[in-house]
C-alpha cells in the first residue's frame, strides 16, 4: 500500500526532477523561434502543487493529496504542456476519492482517468506527444496489475512503459524525427514520474538542484511577491484561506458562501469545481469564516495570517533583501482585486508590451493579463482578471495558442459569472475581435461576430532564432532574423526591416485594405518609418499602413494584414 504522506512526497519529488531537468526539456522543443519552453511550463505547474503539499501533515489521506495537488495544479497551469499535465493529475486525484491508502488496482484506475481526462481536453489528440507517454504508461501499468504486481512494481511499469513510449515518439511524428529529437512534453512526463517512483521504491525526494545564483533569484523574487501582497492598505486584519472537500449530499450553492464573505470581509474570492471549493477572504472574525464553510463539506486546509504583523516583518526583510542584493528599489506589480459583476459583459485579453497593453484598454477590455509568447500566464492569472472584471459575462481573448487551454480552465472556476473564450491565437487576430464588438448586440451575436474577425486577419511575425536548426528545409543558425506568415516560417533575412517588409508584401493581394506594423522592443522609431517606406514602395498606394509601437517582447514586428 501507498500511505498519503508517500504519495505527497512523490509528487514533490517529482515536481524537483523535472525542475533540475526542465532546461534539457526546454531545449527538445525543435520550433527554433523563442516559445513558451515546455519544461518551464511543466515545472511551473507541479511546483505549485508541490508547494501546496508540502503544508498537509504527514497524516494526511492519499485522497486529500491528490485532490489538493490537482487543484492546485489547475489553477497554476502554463502553456498547454501544462494544463494537459493538470488534467492528468485531475483525473488522477478522481480515481483516488475517498482513499486513505492506495493499492494496485487504485493506482491503476487512476491513472487510467487521469489519461481519459487529457484526451478528453484536447480537441484533436496528436500520437507521439506527451498524451501518448501518459497513454502508454497506463497501458503498462495494466499489464503489471494482471500479474499481481505490488503498487512499486506498478509504478515501476509506468516508468519503463512511459520511456517506451518517448523514445517511439520520433516515428510517429516525423517532424521529431527530422530534428532527432524525443517529444518535450512526453519527456517532462517521464521526468516526474521518475521522480515519484524515487519515493516509492526507496523513500527518497529527488533534489531539485538549483545553483546559488537560481536559489538567489528566487529569493529575490519572493521579495518582490511580499512587496506586491502588502501594497495596498490593510482594512482586515487576517488573511483568511481554506479549501473545503465538498459533500456530494450538500447541495447548497458556493455563491452563499461568498456572499456572506463579502458581508465580513473583503478581497472575497471563491472557487469551486465538482470536488473542492477554495476561498480568500480578509476578515476580522476568520472563526466566522470557517463555520460558514463547514455547511459545505470538511475543511481540508485551512491558513490564517495576521496580516498587520506580516506587513511590518515583510517591510524589514523587504529591506534587508534589498540591501544584501544591492537593489535599490524592486518594483511591485499591482494586484487586481474581484469585482461585482455588474455590467453585462466585459473583456480581458493576453498581451506583453506597454503599447499593446494599452490598445487592448482603448478597445474595451477591462484588464490585461501580461503575458504571451515565453512568458504563458497561468490559469489563475487569468482566473484573477476575469474575477476583477466587473461584467456578467467575460470575454477571455488569449492571443496565442498555447494560452487557449490555460484560460479555458477558468470556464467552470469562475462560478459568478460566465466566461467565453474566444480562441484568438495571436495579437492581430485579438485586435480584430475586439474591433468587432458591437455594445448594442448580444453576446452570442457578438461572439459570432468576434470569431468571424478574428478568422479574417493573417499574421505576420518578425522574430529571431533562439537555436540552430534545421526545419522545414530551412538551414537555420541560431540569431538569424525569422520571418513568419500565419505561423508558417517563410523567410530567412539578416536584419529585421527587410524581413517585415518581405512577410507583409506576402500578404497583400487586390483586396487588402490594412496593414498594421506593430514594432517591439528592439525596434527603433526610425526603422519602423524605414519598414514602412519600404513596404509602401512595393504595394498598391491604395493600402493604408498604419505603424504602432506595441513594445512587445521576442518579436521585432508583429504584422496585421485586412
Not at 477554495?278 to 486546509?301: C, F, I, M, R, W
Not at 497593453?357 to 497561468?378: A, E, R, Y
Request: hydrophobic share 40%.
Amino acid at each position: 500500500m501507498i500511505l498519503g504522506s508517500q504519495l505527497k512526497n512523490a509528487m514533490i519529488s517529482g515536481s524537483n526532477n523535472i525542475s533540475r531537468y526542465k532546461k534539457q526539456v526546454n531545449d527538445l522543443n525543435i520550433f527554433p523561434v523563442p516559445d513558451g519552453d515546455t519544461g518551464t511550463n511543466m515545472s511551473m505547474t507541479i511546483g505549485a502543487a508541490a508547494d501546496e503539499l508540502k503544508k498537509l501533515p504527514d497524516s494526511a489521506p492519499a485522497s486529500e493529496v491528490a485532490k489538493v495537488a490537482a487543484s492546485s495544479m489547475l489553477r497554476g497551469a502554463r502553456g498547454n504542456s501544462g494544463v494537459i499535465l493538470s488534467l492528468l493529475f485531475r483525473g488522477f486525484s478522481k480515481g483516488l476519492a475517498g482513499k486513505t491508502e492506495v493499492d494496485s488496482e487504485d493506482i491503476v484506475n487512476a491513472l487510467e482517468i487521469g489519461v481519459e481526462e487529457a484526451y478528453k481536453a484536447v480537441m484533436k489528440p496528436t500520437e507521439g506527444t506527451m498524451l501518448t507517454v501518459a497513454r502508454v504508461a497506463a497501458e503498462r501499468a495494466r499489464e503489471a496489475l494482471e500479474l499481481d504486481s505490488d503498487p512499486v512494481q506498478i509504478w515501476d511499469a509506468v516508468c519503463i512503459g512511459a520511456a517506451e513510449a518517448l523514445e517511439e515518439t520520433p516515428e510517429l511524428l516525423p517532424v521529431l524525427k527530422k530534428a532527432g529529437v524525443v517529444d518535450a512534453g512526453g519527456q517532462g512526463v517521464c521526468l516526474i514520474f521518475e521522480g515519484m517512483l524515487s519515493v516509492f521504491r526507496s523513500g527518497v525526494i529527488l533534489e531539485s538542484g538549483l545553483t546559488e545564483e537560481e536559489k538567489a533569484e528566487e529569493t529575490a523574487e519572493f521579495f518582490r511577491n511580499v512587496a506586491a501582497e502588502f501594497d495596498s492598505e490593510i482594512t482586515f486584519t487576517y488573511c483568511t484561506e481554506f479549501i473545503v472537500g465538498r459533500d456530494p449530499e450538500i447541495e447548497k450553492d458556493p455563491l452563499d458562501l461568498r456572499l456572506f464573505l463579502e458581508t465580513i470581509g473583503d478581497c472575497v474570492v471563491v472557487v469551486d469545481d465538482e470536488e473542492i471549493i477554495k476561498t480568500h477572504v480578509h476578515t476580522e472574525n476568520p472563526g466566522d469564516a470557517l463555520q460558514a464553510a463547514l455547511q459545505y463539506g470538511q475543511l481540508l486546509t485551512v491558513k490564517i495570517e495576521n496580516m498587520k504583523e506580516q506587513h511590518r516583518k515583510a517591510a524589514e526583510e523587504n529591506e534587508a533583501a534589498k540591501a544584501a542584493a544591492g537593489i535599490l528599489d524592486i518594483p511591485e506589480p499591482s494586484r487586481l482585486e474581484p469585482q461585482e459583476p455588474t455590467e453585462e459583459m466585459g473583456f480581458v485579453s493576453v498581451a506583453a508590451g506597454e503599447g499593446l497593453k494599452g490598445l487592448f484598454l482603448d478597445l474595451g477590455c477591462s484588464t490585461v493579463v501580461s503575458g504571451g509568447q515565453t512568458m504563458n500566464p497561468s490559469t489563475e492569472d487569468i482566473l484573477e482578471a476575469v474575477l476583477a472584471t466587473p461584467a456578467k459575462k467575460v470575454f477571455v481573448l488569449p492571443n496565442n495558442k498555447n494560452i487557449i487551454l490555460a484560460a479555458e480552465q477558468t470556464i467552470p472556476l469562475a462560478t459568478d459569472r460566465e466566461v467565453v473564450v474566444i480562441p484568438t491565437k495571436t495579437i492581430p487576430q485579438g485586435l480584430s475581435a475586439m474591433l468587432a464588438f458591437d455594445p448594442d448586440a448580444d453576446a452570442e451575436v457578438n461572439r459570432e461576430a468576434m470569431l468571424e474577425a478574428a478568422g479574417n486577419v493573417d499574421t505576420g511575425l518578425v522574430t529571431f532564432a533562439a537555436r540552430d536548426s534545421e526545419f522545414g528545409g530551412h538551414t537555420i543558425h541560431h540569431g538569424d532574423i525569422l520571418g513568419l506568415c500565419n505561423g508558417k516560417l517563410e523567410y530567412i533575412e539578416k536584419d529585421p526591416v527587410t524581413a517585415c517588409a518581405r512577410v507583409a508584401r506576402s500578404f497583400t493581394s487586390k483586396h487588402t485594405s490594412f496593414i498594421t506594423l506593430i514594432y517591439g522592443e528592439g525596434i527603433t522609431d526610425e526603422q519602423a518609418e524605414e519598414a514602412k517606406r519600404v513596404l509602401a514602395s512595393k504595394i498598391h498606394s491604395d493600402v493604408e499602413i498604419t505603424l504602432v509601437n506595441g513594445g512587445q517582447p521576442v518579436y521585432y514586428f508583429i504584422i496585421s494584414v485586412e
